[in-house]
């Protein structure tokens, strides 16, 4: 039942990248992707490069490790050596691998924050401009 792949997919694939517990939701999509479609094996490895580039030291696939890293270079990281894989694996399903990890994006942590923060700060200037206007008057 669909019940029962939603589980299956959550405590094989989701729950060994500690998908909830990663802070960028980009990196979590790309890492449950990777031990989905090229293994469990495969994806400690490339956790484990992406880590080391940034001097960071693997104990599995943690988030608390992955949290810690550049996230903007450890999902390059990632991508670039998924890429490399596919580049390397079977000629007739290359094409249709290398589309779907294209359209895979990556995200900042902090975009909604920039978000907050820039209307917050528009909200105000707004305020103050009307208090302004309305004592001259």
Not at 109 to 115: A, P
Request: zero cysteines; charged letters at 25%.
């Amino acid at each position: 039942s669909p019940k029962d792949v939603a589980t299956i997919y959550k405590n094989n694939y989701w729950d060994k990248i500690e998908g909830d517990l990663i802070k960028n939701q980009s990196i979590a999509l790309m890492l449950y992707d990777a031990i989905v479609n090229q293994g469990s094996g495969a994806t400690r490895s490339m956790v484990k490069n992406a880590l080391q580039e940034q001097k960071i030291p693997y104990d599995g696939i943690k988030a608390s490790s992955i949290n810690k890293a550049n996230q903007k270079k450890f999902y390059k990281s990632i991508y670039n050596q998924r890429l490399q894989r596919y580049e390397g694996g079977q000629k007739e399903f290359r094409e249709g691998w290398i589309k779907r990890l294209n359209d895979l994006s990556f995200v900042p942590t902090n975009r909604n924050k920039v978000i907050i923060i820039s209307v917050s700060i528009l909200v105000l200037v707004g305020v103050s401009f009307y208090l302004i206007q309305k004592s001259k008057k």
